[in-house]
């Protein structure tokens, strides 16, 4: 009798295993403020992998009540940027260790929640997707602008306080071939970017404004032309 409950106590778990399913959330697609899909319904076990493509964003654990706002203790992917026409993105995974709560996500970078970027688990007839949204758009509960918009993210969660852990010991960022989309890719050596909502000078405008040096620089070899063609044109006259 004891063998056959192993037995079955086996079959159970490596059922379970085989039905977990993974959800590919894609983040930024089309260059908007948008996760696609907006909400999921998981079981213990799913694995959801977002999958950035545009822009600069954030997957930041929040609350029904506070969308815009870090959960403490919360996990948070940071900030992923990803320049256009990259040839890679970001991906980040997550596991769910409970279904029976709601899970709730923003994007943390001033004003994306605010405009809607904002994204559930196994939301409730009680605790809608459209409420929690609705209540992005109404302000979130986020800080001012000026302050703790720009809060470092939140830690991480200890093992088995939260209801979504991070796939590994600690959030798992991989970088993904974009033409697979497959966040089962080797790891690669991806590192948050920097906080857009604290350093307006950083990545993003870091890249414009060498884009500026370089039109700038090229406007002036081309002027430099057109004066070496002026004086070659005067010294022929003279001749």
Known sequence: MRFSTAIISTLLGVA??????????????????????????????????FQFLSKNHTVTQSTFASPCVPKDQGVDSGFQFVPEGAAQIPA????INDDSTPLWFFCNRAPHCERGMVFSVNPTADKSHEAFLENARAGGGAPPADGGA???????????????????????????PAASG????????ANAAPNPNSD??????????????????????????WMAMGVAGVVALLL
């Not at 809060?151 to 970088?175: E, K, N, V, Y």
């Open 200 to 225: 307006p000078s950083g990545t993003a405008a870091s890249q414009q404004q060498a884009d500026d040096a370089s039109s700038a620089a090229g406007a002036a070899v081309k002027g430099a032309g």
């Open 16 to 49: 379970a295993t085989v039905s977990a399913e993974t959800f590919t959330v894609l983040v930024g697609k089309d260059n908007g403020l948008t996760y696609d899909p907006p909400t999921v319904n998981a079981k213990v076990g799913d694995v959801i992998s």
């Open 182 to 189: 497959n966040a089962g890719a080797a790891p690669g050596a």
């Open 150 to 176: 720009g809060a470092p993210p939140a830690a991480p969660p200890a093992a088995g306080d939260a209801s979504a852990s991070a796939t590994g010991a600690a959030p798992a960022i991989t970088l993904t």
């Open 92 to 95: 980040w995974s997550i596991t």
